[in-house]
């Protein structure tokens, strides 16, 4: 006789999943409403997002021995550009595919596997606990990703579920699941939070404001996405190593140093000093670490992260007066030097009363239940791109269609027209930045739309939209308007931006903003000027006029199209366009002439 598995009627139809850098989690809203956190067979919430391949077998959750692969998630998205920012935090083997730039990390023994499947790797062990623990299947979740994960990297996360069989009903910014947790919706309208989330590899701040009907919009957000409780760790190290006579450590030995000094870290956190014993170079070394020590290590570390808060603040057009309260995420807040450096700058607006390390995933189990339940309390989120969208336009100029920090998801069109006649293609060249020119900003896609109509410039009508979805990946459409003839694409960059690198655009469109304005004002001087000489040239070439001063005003304007300054191409269309009232005239005379000897000629043939 058969067994027959019957469904639990309460089992969960989606969960969420935190996938951390240091830590992952998984967690489920049950039918009392509550959150239920999975543990594994030793009741331990957290996984360690480790994970160590060795004699055809796979341990996740492994102690950080030789074997061990961490941190992976700031691989994701990753290239070899990107690759050198972080190439002093990576502890383990990796090659660059000579393919398609992609990171390959190595195994040993000629394997090697990529970041998504390692992290996917992870994202099973997730599953098993559940399943395990309760029998359920996950197939459907929501998982959570730095703010700052750009279009790259939320693809590989994205890809990375989809490896180990479940279906992302959304990502959603790690900062804005949190909000959740804490119950932000149950506040006043109009009440704004800030999301501090520093956890063991990212920082992410995101700026909050409660609308109508439970809705959170992310005003804005910034974040580093190298900067955690891991770079904390790393300046430990290297401060017992200076104690030890500054020696070079193999991969092995500094990963076991690195879980030694974690220990230390935490110990500090609640003692004002302690002796440890550390391995170095196959010998235990043992010396006294204060906390005010520890303390002096990181400090300008949390002051950067204190220093991005303000700034984002600033962007979302706040002042820290309008802040209600600083919401606590991630591990590594868990630092008293962090603690006290907040409660300085944000005096009684921390709010730490739920388990940092598990609000992000309380958040995304919340967030899963509300979008496959029939709550009626779905607590929209609404996230923001973190930096503006658009095509290059005649010029090298940058016509921007979605602008930075607009909530998602969106949807915005423009129209746009052909340059010169019979133009039947045109090239759609999506850029992201804050800059006024092309060579400015980050090419993310090309392509092109072919079956124009030959039509005289400026007639054809392309419609180009741009649509950004819940989880920040983009939509490029270009339709013609009388044929419907269309091309589209959905932006995959291969690599993503380095939070350097964001934060290097938004500071230098600040920066250089007179600069760019008057390059952008040059440029389009210089395509409606070259419009417009060419539009006196063919006259005067077809009506064959002859004008000393005109050719000579003509001539001028058509040098100044070389030059760099804008008065001066101005100042020579000025010129051409006082001396168009003679060639008007002299075309008019050619015309009426002619109109007079074509009547005469009918007349004589009556």
Do not use: W
């Amino acid at each position: 006789m058969e067994l027959i598995q019957i469904s639990d009627p309460h089992a969960p139809v989606a969960f969420g999943i935190d996938f951390g850098t240091t830590n992952s989690l998984i967690a489920a809203v049950d039918k009392d409403n509550n959150v239920c956190i999975f543990k594994d067979e030793r009741g331990e919430e957290l996984l360690r997002s480790a994970v160590s391949y060795y004699d055809g077998a796979i341990e996740v959750g492994s102690k950080l021995d030789a074997n061990a692969i961490y941190s992976i998630k700031r691989l994701l998205g990753k290239g070899p550009d990107d690759i050198k920012e972080i190439i002093d935090k990576i502890r383990f083997n990796y090659e660059i595919s000579s393919h398609n730039g992609t990171v390959k990390i190595d195994l040993g023994d000629g394997k090697y596997l990529s970041p998504v499947k390692i992290a996917a790797d992870i994202i099973k062990a997730l599953c098993r606990r559940v399943e395990n623990a309760k029998g359920y299947k996950v197939s459907k979740a929501v998982i959570t990703v730095p703010a700052y994960f750009d279009d790259a990297a939320r693809n590989a996360v994205k890809f990375a579920a989809q490896l180990a069989g479940i279906e992302v009903l959304r990502l959603i910014n790690e900062p804005t699941a949190a909000a959740l947790a804490y119950g932000v919706d149950k506040q006043n309208e109009g009440e704004i939070y800030a999301v501090y989330d520093l956890g063991g590899g990212t920082f992410d701040i995101s700026i909050l404001k409660l609308h109508k009907e439970k809705v959170f919009q992310v005003l804005a957000v910034g974040g580093d996405v190298c900067l955690g409780g891991d770079d904390f760790d790393a300046l430990l190290v290297e401060y017992i190593l200076g104690m030890y006579n500054h020696i070079k450590l193999n991969t092995a030995q500094k990963n076991r140093l690195i879980t030694e000094v974690r220990a230390a870290k935490e110990f500090l956190s609640v003692h004002e000093k302690g002796v440890f014993s550390f391995n170095v170079d196959e010998n235990s070394f043992k010396c006294e670490i204060t906390k005010s020590e520890f303390e002096a290590l990181i400090s300008g570390l949390v002051d950067k992260t204190i220093n991005i808060t303000i700034d984002t603040i600033r962007d979302a057009n706040l002042s820290i007066e309008d802040v209600k309260g600083i919401i606590l995420v991630g591990g590594s807040t868990k630092v008293p030097l962090v603690q006290n450096t907040l409660t300085k700058v944000f005096p009684n607006k921390l709010l730490n009363d739920i388990n940092p390390e598990k609000a992000v995933v309380v958040g995304a189990a919340r967030q899963a239940h509300y979008l496959t339940s029939n709550s009626q309390n779905k607590g929209l989120l609404i996230d923001v791109l973190p930096l503006s969208l658009g095509i290059e336009t005649m010029g090298g100029i940058v016509e921007k269609i979605i602008q930075r920090n607009t909530p998602l998801p969106v949807s915005e069109t423009q129209e746009f027209t052909t340059y010169v006649d019979g133009q039947t293609a045109m090239t759609i060249h999506v850029l992201q930045g804050e800059r006024e020119m092309v060579e400015q900003n980050k090419s993310l896609a090309k392509f092109e739309l072919r079956g124009i109509p030959p039509l005289p410039a400026g007639r054809a009508k392309v419609k180009v939209e741009f649509k950004v979805d819940t989880d920040g990946i983009l939509h490029v459409a270009a339709v013609e308007s009388t044929t419907g003839i269309k091309q589209e694409v959905t932006v995959n960059s291969n690599f993503g931006l380095t939070q350097k690198e964001i934060e290097d655009i938004v500071t230098a469109s600040v920066e250089n903003f007179s600069d760019d304005i008057e390059k952008r004002s040059l440029a389009e001087a210089k395509i409606n000027n070259k419009h417009f000489i060419e539009i006196i040239d063919a006259a005067m070439k077809n009506y064959e006029i002859k004008d000393h001063e005109l050719q000579k005003a003509l001539d001028y304007a058509k040098e100044t199209l070389l030059e760099s300054n804008l008065n001066e191409v101005n100042n020579a269309i000025t010129r051409l366009k006082a001396e168009t009232p003679k060639l008007l005239q002299k075309v008019t005379d050619k015309n009426l002439h002619s109109a007079i000897i074509d009547y005469q000629l009918k007349d004589t043939k009556k």
